[in-house]
């Protein structure tokens, strides 16, 4: 029993001890830890428009590689088929020239002339297509990001506290449309 005891005891002290280790620690850093909430709190409204910004232009430049990338397939698609289309019209104004069959020729080789307006047709309609759903993309993004029709500022001078933040400035819409002018969509 005295065992039991001296051990309680023992680790009565322990506990004593850490209890103020604990203290020690807390009275040395939470003054650092206010200071550092407190710049958090003020700078947190920049720091998220700063971050807004930058994710809405990496998400304009992957817009518009997708674009890009859409109108090279694209391209690149109708090419070959161009390509597959026009030797099967081709030899079908050889096959009739040998034939002696010139009109028929002719009226073939007026085919392959329309299959290559159609194919540079398919080919820019793509390319404008991949463009207006850039610019579409960009729009989304930018409501998502900044929502719609809300408020969008830094926060009012004086105290700066997330509260204050977005409360003036102009709306979302007016943004996202400054944007999409720098932007050229």
Request: proline share 2%.
């Amino acid at each position: 029993m005295a065992c039991s005891k001296a051990y309680k005891m023992a680790m009565n002290d322990v506990g004593d001890v850490l209890t103020a280790v604990k203290k020690t620690i807390g009275d040395a850093v939470m003054p650092v830890f206010t200071e550092l909430a407190e710049y958090f709190a003020s700078t947190g409204p920049y720091v998220v428009q700063v971050f807004k910004g930058a994710m809405m232009g990496l998400l304009a430049v992957f817009e518009v590689v997708k674009g890009a990338v859409k109108t090279v397939a694209g391209v690149i698609f109708e090419a070959f088929s161009l390509i597959v289309d026009g030797a099967g019209l081709i030899g079908d104004v050889f096959a009739k020239l040998f034939a002696g069959d010139f009109s028929g020729a002719y009226e073939s080789a007026k085919q392959v002339g329309t299959r290559v307006g159609q194919a540079f047709s398919g080919a820019f309609q793509n390319f404008l297509d991949a463009g207006n759903e850039t610019g579409d993309a960009v729009k989304r993004h930018m409501e998502r990001l900044y929502g719609d029709k809300t408020a969008v500022a830094g926060p009012k001078s004086g105290t700066k506290t997330m509260g204050d933040f977005g409360k003036s400035n102009g709306t979302t819409k007016e943004l996202s449309e400054r944007v999409l002018r720098m932007l050229g969509f």
